[in-house]
């Protein structure tokens, strides 16, 4: 079992910047891949951007170059820097992991409570 926690977000104005963690407690084995997905209201919830433990990461079109996720093994944490935020990257950001090793094609097995970005034009 994986139990997560973010902690994070809030308020911004438009050009701003916003960083979200993530730690994660119990099975390392259950935390091989990690992840940030993001729902908006209305919207189909999306993974925004996943990393593996050796580091190879993936970032949905919509934030690369202004996002940045990275994760500290040792602490079992995981952070999502965002850079250039835009109103359209309001949602509430959920933390994910799962034991597989494929950053996609899958919704991952456990999910963190999330955390409300918001971001005003």
């Known amino acids: 079992q994986v139990h997560l926690v973010e902690s994070g977000g809030g308020l911004v104005q438009a050009g701003g910047s916003l960083s979200l963690s993530c730690a994660a407690s119990g099975s390392i084995y259950s935390t091989r891949v990690m992840g940030w997905y993001r729902q908006a209201p209305g919207k189909q919830r999306e993974l925004v951007a996943a990393?593996?433990?050796?580091?190879?990461?993936m970032y949905a079109d919509s934030v690369k170059g202004r996002f940045t996720i990275f994760r500290d093994n040792a602490k079992n944490t995981m952070y999502l820097q965002m850079n250039s935020l835009k109103p359209e990257d309001t949602a509430v950001y959920y933390c994910?992991?799962?034991?597989?090793?494929?950053?996609?094609?899958?919704?991952?097995?456990?999910w963190g409570q999330g955390t409300q970005v918001t971001v005003s034009s």
């Open positions: 990393i593996t433990r050796s580091g190879t990461t």
């Open positions: 994910a992991a799962d034991s597989r090793t494929s950053l996609t094609g899958y919704e991952y097995k456990y």
